[in-house]
Nanobody, 121 residues
Framework: QLQLVESGGGLVQAGESQRLSCAAS????????MGWYRQTRVQQRELVAV???????NYADSVKGRFTISKDNAKNTVYLQMNSLKPEDTNVYYC???????????????WGQGTQVTVSS
């Protein structure tokens, strides 16, 4: 069974840093994209940061210069380093992976269970 397990959330003060991790486990042939999303006020998931298998990254404008996404291919793990956190960063952060479970198989998106990040002012 394929799982994305997140860790690293919690309560921090504004201006502090926090690092999220997400490890993919199970039968995986290749991971094409991994990333982090969070909920909008209308309960949709918005992109925070993504990283491709080739290492290309994309960030939401609101986090550029503060957040850094990285990955460890050997561990099928993606990280989100969050610096200079603001109260408006408070949210549930969801890990996502677009992957193939077998060579040449279909791309599928999987989600983690979410981890709460709370930034107090």
């Amino acid at each position: 069974q394929l799982q994305l397990v997140e860790s690293g959330g919690g309560l921090v003060q504004a201006g502090e840093s926090q690092r999220l991790s997400c490890a993919a486990s199970g039968s995986i042939s290749s991971i094409n994209v991994m990333g982090w999303y969070r909920q909008t006020r209308v309960q949709q998931r918005e992109l925070v940061a993504v990283i491709t298998s080739g290492g290309s990254t994309n960030y939401a404008d609101s986090v550029k210069g503060r957040f850094t996404i990285s990955k460890d291919n050997a561990k099928n793990t993606v990280y989100l380093q969050m610096n200079s956190l603001k109260p408006e960063d408070t949210n549930v952060y969801y890990c996502s992976a677009v992957l193939q479970r077998s060579p040449g198989g279909p791309e599928q998106r999987y989600w983690g269970q979410g981890t709460q990040v709370t930034v107090s002012s």
